[in-house]
């Protein structure tokens, strides 16, 4: 199985994500929405991800601009946005949930994040909306391989082994053909 990591945001890691088993690593522009004036920086061609704090202006451009990628859990109460996976859904944008958020996280704070992001898979995986977990690692302690990853995301999500390569190898895959 060909595992995809569509987020490494340190170029220096690319031998070592090879190495752990990724058969290709690719980077994201990352886009922080501050204001509509910020949609302009997005072309449909490229690898995007959008992030904001401000859920509303995600669901604008996700509406207007067709991001590829859009990371929710900078948005406060994302676990409880049906719009926001609504508006996802009908433009085909997949979420984008970066292992190294978790691990940035401390204390009490990186429990709550693992419940809160629990709770928005259970609802994208019931409407059905993408997603796809990826490493967006900036250091090597950030950096996991597939292997890591799907034990990661079956044991603190509760995905299915399956469910967990999928989302790794067939659904970034996907969207890579997509963008050509």
């Known amino acids: 199985m060909d595992f995809i ?6 170029d220096t890691l690319v031998t070592q994500a090879l190495k752990l088993g990724f058969s290709k ?8 929405l501050n204001s509509a004036k910020d949609f302009n920086l997005i072309n449909s061609k490229e690898l ?16 207007q601009k067709k991001p590829v990628l859009c990371n929710p859990l900078l948005t406060p109460n994302f676990y409880k946005d049906i719009g926001l996976i609504r508006e996802a859904l009908a433009q085909e944008t997949v979420f984008e949930i970066p292992i190294s958020q978790f691990l940035k996280t401390n204390f009490v704070f990186r429990a709550k994040l693992i419940n809160q992001t629990r709770n928005f898979i259970s609802k994208c995986l019931k409407l059905k909306a993408k997603f796809v977990f990826t490493s967006r690692a900036a250091d090597l302690h950030e950096l996991k391989s597939p292997q890591e990853i799907i034990a990661l995301t079956t044991t603190l999500f509760g995905l299915t082994k399956p469910q967990s390569e999928f989302i790794i190898s067939e659904r970034p895959k996907k969207m890579l053909e997509y963008l050509r």
């Open 5 to 10: 990591d569509l987020n490494l945001q340190n």
């Open 25 to 32: 690593v690719k980077k994201a522009k990352i886009i922080q």
């Open 48 to 63: 995007i991800t959008i992030e904001s704090t401000n859920a509303q202006l995600l669901r604008d451009c996700i509406r």
